[in-house]
């Protein structure tokens, strides 16, 4: 078995290197996307199960002062009627 060069050794580590930060990158995605998901059914959760005042009122509030500048497309904005002031439509409960 003819050894291979110096070169073409590099070659395939350099490969390797960009395959593993490749898998690397789409690990901390996928790990960044479950955090948004879990933050978020924990915040939908508190505004239609919460019976304290947090849940109730400063939540809500805080929701309707930030999601404004927060949210950017209208599609976005649509799935908020409730908190953007585009409709009154209710959270919904899921008793």
Do not use: C, N, Y
Request: hydrophobic share 40%; no cysteine; proline share 5%.
């Amino acid at each position: 078995m003819a050894r291979r060069s110096i070169a073409e050794r590099l070659a395939q580590l350099e490969a390797q290197r960009k395959s593993l930060q490749t898998k690397l990158g789409k690990q901390e995605r996928a790990r960044d996307t479950r955090r948004k998901i879990l933050l978020g059914a924990l915040v939908l959760h508190r505004l239609e199960k919460g019976q304290d005042a947090f849940s109730k009122e400063q939540l809500p509030d805080w929701l309707r002062r930030e999601l404004p500048g927060f949210i950017t497309r209208d599609d976005d904005a649509a799935l908020f009627p409730d908190l953007l002031g585009g409709g009154a439509a209710p959270l919904p409960d899921k008793t």
